[in-house]
């Protein structure tokens, strides 16, 4: 039974796996929503490259920015994920009552990532804390 079960999930893991597709891709390849919203936010910088990640369940695209900024979005066009290793992002991109949080709680500390789920927020700060947010924008965790 053990070698039926570890069998099973070894054939699950190869198909999960053979599915997966991140490959680059040209600019012109992503949803006309993606490239609207890269022109309207950020003209004045160069994309460095542009991949298509195609899972079994969707696909995502990311954009990679020579000044190291990435924006994930998925299949429909709309962003789910801005991050940066090395700057900030600009707050627009951040709920104002999420911007609110941080002023109050961590004043002067600035986001390195949003990312959107469908059930709320969660952002990466200067300070290295990692803040969830639910859907009404109730800080739910922190993690250090």
Known sequence: MKKIITILLSLATFTFCAFADDKPIDYEQLPSAAKTFVKAEFPALSVSYVTRDTDLLDTT???HF???LKVEFNSRGEWKEIST?????????VPGQIVSTVETRWPGVQFRK??????GYEVELTNRLELKFDKQFRLTEIDD
């Open 114 to 119: 949003i990312e959107k789920y469908r059930y």
């Open 61 to 63: 695209y990311d954009v």
């Open 66 to 68: 020579a000044n190291g």
């Open 85 to 93: 290793k090395t700057a900030t992002i600009d707050s627009k991109y």
